[in-house]
């Protein structure tokens, strides 16, 4: 636990992309030219999944899921960070700070919930093909993404309340937005029940779920080994390999974000990470898994064609 004399904080102020002076509207001109598409492709996606009936699928309905909770996801992060990189205000109150940090770990732990959702349903998909239509029915599929959404803003709600109960004796935020770590580096004392707070946390929404998805994908990988066509190998390896790139990608800097040592920290290095995964990550979601699948991409053509039908 550290300690130390405070006065009361009321706000934060993002130390953000300080340190590379001159170059903050080019950051600014990448990141933009990255969210824009990110944004619209994903809006894209729940509206061509809504508006045709031949994505009605479980697979597409949690894909429709995930597309929303990472734009609200995005939209936490991103458009504060781009006005801080054109010289517009960098701080936010207490109660901003809070906000913020409950909304991006709800989305960020929903979405990591969701991939293990959508890996149960490829198992079940490729495993007992045969029983898929009664595993993964309407009334399971809303069972199982309302029960992702609450777990992860409960656990959200949870972290949240115990980092700001704590008394702040910083107020310099050496990030671009509220995480949990940059913010419990301001407390003047972290119990340690905080930090084993943050241990458990990490382990139910990141280990836990990825541990899920790689028995999961064990048992997938065998059962497609097994498939005597190569065509037909093929084709169900085609149906895993977006959402597992996304996987690997999503997990991969969480659990370097979240599970590496604090004696470990950089600055530079945390930046990066979080890049990474507040803007590159929700990029992936519309390139990878969706835009570059055929059946999503035909959607697309049926949709268009009958817009510009008379």
């Not at 009334?139 to 008394?167: E, K, N, W, Y």
């Not at 895993?240 to 920290?265: D, M, Q, R």
Request: hydrophobic share 50%; net charge positive.
């Amino acid at each position: 636990m550290k300690t130390a004399n405070h006065t009361e904080v009321t706000e934060f102020v993002f130390q953000g992309f300080s340190n590379f002076g001159e170059h903050q509207l080019t950051l600014f001109a990448v990141f933009l030219a990255l969210y824009i598409p990110t944004l619209a492709g994903n809006v894209i996606i729940v509206t061509i999944i809504r508006i045709d009936h031949h994505l009605h699928t479980p697979m597409y309905f949690f894909l429709s899921v995930l597309s929303t909770s990472e734009t609200f996801y995005s939209l936490v992060i991103i458009p504060r960070m781009l006005s801080s990189l054109i010289g517009l205000s960098q701080s936010i109150s207490l109660v901003g700070c809070g906000t913020q940090l409950f909304f991006f770990l709800g989305f960020a732990i929903t979405n990591c919930l969701l991939l293990a959702v959508m890996g149960f349903d490829r198992y079940v998909a490729i495993c007992n093909p045969l029983r898929y239509s009664i595993i993964m029915n309407w009334r399971v599929c809303t069972i199982l993404a309302s029960s992702v959404c609450a777990s992860g803003f409960l656990l959200s709600l949870v972290q949240a309340v115990a980092i700001f109960r704590l008394p702040f004796c910083n107020s310099l935020i050496e990030h671009f937005f509220c995480d949990v770590r940059p913010v419990l580096d301001l407390a003047c004392a972290t119990p340690v029940i905080n930090d084993i707070l943050t241990l458990v946390i990490s382990l139910l929404a990141i280990t836990a779920p990825a541990t899920f998805l790689f028995v999961s994908y064990i048992l997938i990988i065998s059962t497609i080994l097994k498939i005597a066509s190569a065509e037909g190998r093929k084709k169900a390896f085609a149906t895993c390999a977006s959402h597992l790139t996304v996987v690997i990608i999503h997990y991969g800097c969480a659990s370097i974000a979240y599970f590496k040592p604090k004696s470990e920290n950089t600055r530079d290095q945390d930046q990066l990470i979080s890049v990474t995964y507040t803007v590159i990550t929700p990029l992936l979601n519309p390139v990878v898994y969706s835009l570059r699948n055929k059946e999503v991409q035909d959607a697309l053509r049926r949709v268009v064609g009958r817009k510009s039908l008379p």
